[in-house]
Structure formats: structure tokens, C-alpha cells
């Protein structure tokens, strides 16, 4: 097998994709996760409720901070090993992913500092909401980034410019597109799904370890 230029940059980045996703499909469930378990220490007082929420917040920021960094070389390497993709659908790709920093990482990223310092500097309903404000944050950012990922298979909205390259007509098609909700949903519950067996391995793991369930 001959190690090509486009087999390099195909592995590189697969590879940056792979150990990327492992990262967001967490965050998105556990931020749900931590926004359950913050809301019902607020309605029942029951303090199992706070002391696992500080437990996994701790495990959320430093995944949110991996997913933030290998995400960055994603987007880098759409430059370096994909320019000419990069070239042909970047008017429509590139506003995608531009609402999904302004809108989705602006958000989680302004609200994280009061999740992770805020307990003792804010009340507790505001803090609250600092976490349901970044849970929706990982939403909106899954609904961005699918919305361009599915319009890659399933494309429709554009047409060619005059010098070659795909321009929007119809961004609501662009983003709607025919495979977009499926997707949206399926990433969705695959997040929710992985935190789901995170937590309960995690949990069963303490368990059987003989630590004290408080």
C-alpha cells in the first residue's frame, strides 16, 4: 500500500475526528446530566445530589476542555489537508460553523466559569441556570455542527458560482436538510446514551470498591 498524500492526510485525519467525538458525545449528555442532578438537590435538599454534581462537574470541564482543544485542530485541518474542499463549500460550510462558535461555544464557555466557581459567589437559582444555560449550550453547538456534517451527504440549498464554487441560495434548506433531523437526533441520544454507561459504570465501579455511597 502506497502511502499517498491524500491516504496521510485521510488517516490524520480520521484519527483527529475519532479522538475528537469522544469528547462532545460525553459532554453533551453529562451536561444534561449535571443540570437533573442540580435541579433536584434544589427541589429535595438531599445533599447526594450536590456532592455527585461537584463530583462529575470536575469530569465535565476537563472533557470540555479536550473536546474545545482537538477541536481546534479539526477545524485547522480543513485548511491544511482539505483546502480544496475547504475552497469549493466554504460559503456555505463556514457560516455553519461560524453560529455554532457565536451562538453555542460563546454560551457554554460564558456560563462554565459560574458552574465551576460559582457556588459559593452566586444563588443558587442563578447557578442553576448557568447549568441549563450550558447544557443548552451543547445542544445548540450538536445542532450546528450536524446541520453541516448531513448537508455534506445529503446537500441541497446551493448552486455553482461562476468561478466553480458552491454558493447558498436557501439556508434554511442548507440547514434543514433532508438527513439533518435523523442525524441531529440520532447524536443526541448516542451522547446521552454514552453518559449514561460512563455514569453507571463509574457509579457500579464505586460500588463494588466498597466506597461510601454518600
Known amino acids: 500500500m502506497d502511502l499517498t498524500a491524500l491516504l496521510l492526510s485521510r488517516l490524520q485525519f480520521a484519527f483527529t475526528i475519532g479522538f475528537h467525538i469522544i469528547f462532545p458525545a460525553f459532554t453533551i449528555g453529562l451536561a444534561s446530566f449535571l443540570a437533573v442532578l442540580e435541579g433536584l438537590w434544589l427541589f429535595t435538599k438531599q445533599p447526594q445530589f450536590k456532592n455527585l454534581y461537584l463530583f462529575w462537574v470536575k469530569i465535565f470541564a476537563l472533557s470540555f476542555g479536550m473536546g474545545v482543544v482537538s477541536g481546534v485542530v479539526m477545524s485547522y485541518e480543513f485548511g491544511t489537508n482539505w483546502s480544496v474542499f475547504a475552497t469549493q463549500v466554504g460559503s456555505v460550510i463556514g457560516p455553519l460553523l461560524g453560529y455554532e462558535v457565536l451562538t453555542a461555544f460563546f454560551l ?107
Open 108 to 214: 457554554e464557555a460564558s456560563f462554565l466559569g459560574i458552574m465551576l466557581f460559582g457556588w459559593k459567589r452566586v444563588g443558587p437559582g442563578l447557578h442553576f441556570a448557568a447549568t441549563c444555560i450550558v447544557a443548552l449550550g451543547t445542544l445548540v453547538s450538536a445542532f450546528w455542527i450536524i446541520a453541516a456534517n448531513s448537508w455534506m451527504q445529503t446537500p441541497q440549498g446551493f448552486a455553482h458560482a461562476a468561478d466553480g464554487t458552491m454558493a447558498a441560495t436557501d439556508f434554511g434548506r442548507v440547514i434543514f436538510n433532508p438527513s439533518m433531523p435523523s442525524r441531529f437526533v440520532h447524536m443526541v441520544l448516542a451522547a446521552y446514551l454514552t453518559t449514561a454507561m460512563i455514569v453507571a459504570g463509574a457509579s457500579a465501579f464505586a460500588l463494588l470498591s466498597g466506597r461510601p455511597k454518600s
